[in-house]
């Protein structure tokens, strides 16, 4: 079974920087595309990046310029490395991966999460 970690999550200052890690297991990290989503609270979960097999990637319009997604087959982890950060960037941040699409009732995601990892951004 194939298992998402995340970690790097925590408190910052507006302005500041945080690095999240996912850190898979059980699968073909390789083969999968890989995606960060973020949830405030009582808001819906959004795409934030996304990242192919390839390394194409794509991010959503409010973290163009300060947010990066990457990969690292070898050792089977992906990266979401967070600048400039804003208070409305706070959120609960989930590592999604796989091979297939699935519909979770109003956007498409790979088959497995994480467990989150909580990103606040506060002076």
């Known amino acids: 079974q194939v298992q998402l970690v995340e970690s790097g999550g925590g408190l910052v200052q507006p302005g500041g920087s945080l690095r999240l890690s996912c850190a898979a297991s059980?699968?073909?990290?390789?083969?999968?595309?890989m995606a960060w989503y973020r949830q405030a609270p009582g808001k819906q979960r959004e795409l934030v990046a996304k990242?192919?097999?390839?390394?194409?990637?794509n991010y959503a319009d409010s973290v163009t310029g300060r947010f990066t997604i990457s990969r690292d087959n070898a050792k089977n982890t992906m990266y979401l490395q967070m600048n400039s950060l804003k208070p409305e960037d706070t959120a609960v941040y989930y590592c999604?991966?796989?091979?297939?699409?699935?519909?979770?009732?109003?956007?498409?995601?790979?088959?497995?999460w994480g467990q989150g990892t909580q990103v606040t951004v506060s002076s």
């Open positions: 059980g699968g073909i990290f390789s083969g999968y595309g």
């Open positions: 990242i192919t097999p390839g390394l194409s990637t």
């Open positions: 999604n991966g796989g091979r297939e699409r699935r519909w979770y009732g109003y956007y498409y995601a790979y088959e497995y």
